[in-house]
């Protein structure tokens, strides 16, 4: 939490014009990218800041890779504060579902970025006071529940279907679409790309029944994975569960994948954490080049292969620049390889601003659901089994991509990049 701290030292609404430095507010039209901005304000290009002269003296470090790249983060930084008088605010009166629609997206960052952190506070808190008696029944009921996330978890079926979620679907707005049948008495593991920042697409999706999909796919149940250190966590566990979340691990897909009455669909977020590192607006490339292990996993259950591509996802957030090789990548990489979960350093609005925080810009978000791909069942994949469902898996997902993108603004010269 200390490092997205940091982003309110940097400018967290930066344009995409280059030398854009400074905002204010005027009558008038709005250009932008439609970021919520209302009541007909405007942005204004002002002069650049003039960059701090004063340099430091960085020692056992080399000075002519790290020394210039700090100095702009410093730079930029400073030009944060001068001009934190112009901040662009929202409109006073605005209706209150629109309100109603950022007090959930609110909730939901929330809930990602420091409810398992409050959760874990608590735990050992109440130890320390006279309701210790909790903790400890809860600790006891854990260990005996310690299963459940690698058997299919506990979804809430009351709690996808409340009515609250449609107030987050609506502030993006994201909608679903269905482009192929899905036969309820098999199951399907599905590969959804990309990432972004938080995975709103997947969550709404998936996680909630708001974009309508068992009406869109009768008889099957979603089920998405997610990074089993979450799972580890003390009430928080029970929250993602009830969503339908699981953990991201082998014997949690193998007991999905296996249920003989077939109408499960298992997601999973491909690219994973180390996505997340390149979710910027504009930006269309996947960590799938060397993925494989989820096709091993359809090749041993003979679960049908489901390609899933969520346009929009990557515009819902800015993201400190972070290019492969830069000193900030490096040491996020780092901390991914320890910690198991990424920090990308991204910024939004806020909730009653528009120039910086963490709630997600209102950009559209449209899930595809492409076609399935067959799959027969090998209990022992080869090496050369699994490179020629890879290969016919990427070639769906182009083809998925290239099929839709005219459709929801993305230019025709772009197309995906893998790495």
Not at 72 to 78: H, L, P, Q
Not at 154 to 179: E, G, N, S
Not at 278 to 293: C, E, F, H, M
Request: charged share 20%; hydrophobic share 45%.
């Amino acid at each position: 939490m200390l490092i997205h701290f940091l982003l309110f030292l940097l400018p967290s609404a930066r344009p995409r014009a280059s030398g854009f430095k400074g905002f204010s507010l005027e009558a008038g039209p709005s250009p932008g990218r439609g970021r919520g901005l209302e009541a007909g304000w405007g942005w204004v290009r002002h002069a650049p800041p003039t960059p701090p002269t004063n340099a430091y003296a960085i020692s056992n470090i080399n000075k002519d890779q790290l020394v210039p790249q700090i100095t702009a983060v410093f730079r930029e930084a400073s030009g944060a504060v001068r001009g934190a008088s112009m901040v662009k605010f929202a409109p006073l009166f605005v209706p209150w579902e629109r309100r109603l629609q950022t007090f959930m997206v609110l909730q939901w960052v929330f809930s990602f970025l420091a409810l398992a952190q409050i959760c874990t506070v608590v735990f050992v808190g109440l130890l320390f006071t006279r309701f210790w008696v909790v903790s400890v029944l809860y600790a006891a009921w854990w260990y005996r529940d310690r299963d459940t996330p690698r058997q299919g978890g506990r979804p809430v079926q009351a709690l996808r279907r409340c009515f609250l979620w449609k107030y987050m679907r609506d502030y993006f707005p994201v909608t679903l679409v269905k482009t192929a049948e899905l036969d309820p008495s098999r199951n399907y593991l599905a590969g959804f790309h990309p990432h972004g920042v938080l995975a709103a697409g997947a969550f709404v999706n998936l996680c909630t029944e708001s974009t309508g999909f068992p009406l869109l796919f009768p008889g099957i149940r979603s089920h998405l994975m997610m990074l089993t250190l979450w799972f580890r966590v003390p009430f928080f566990r029970d929250y993602i569960m009830s969503g339908g979340l699981v953990t991201s691990d082998k014997e949690s897909a193998a007991h999905i994948l296996s249920r003989k009455e077939g109408g499960n669909l298992l997601a999973i977020i491909v690219g994973g954490a180390q996505e997340a590192l390149n979710a910027r607006p504009g930006d269309s490339t996947l960590l799938l080049r060397n993925r494989k292990g989820f096709i091993r996993l359809a090749l041993m259950h003979g679960a049908a292969l489901v390609p899933i591509f969520s346009f929009g996802e990557n515009e819902l957030f800015d993201q400190v620049e972070n290019s492969p090789g830069s000193w900030l990548r490096r040491i996020q990489n780092r901390l991914q390889k320890i910690m198991g979960i990424s920090l990308p350093l991204f910024h939004g609005r806020g909730v009653f601003q528009y120039s910086f925080g963490f709630i997600p810009y209102r950009q559209p978000i449209t899930t595809v659901v492409g076609k399935p791909i067959e799959v027969q069942k090998t209990l022992c994949p080869s090496k050369e089994e699994v490179d020629k469902l890879h290969q016919r898996y990427v070639k769906e997902l182009c083809e998925l991509f290239e099929t839709h993108k005219l459709k929801y603004n993305v230019p025709v010269d772009q197309h995906l990049e893998f790495c």
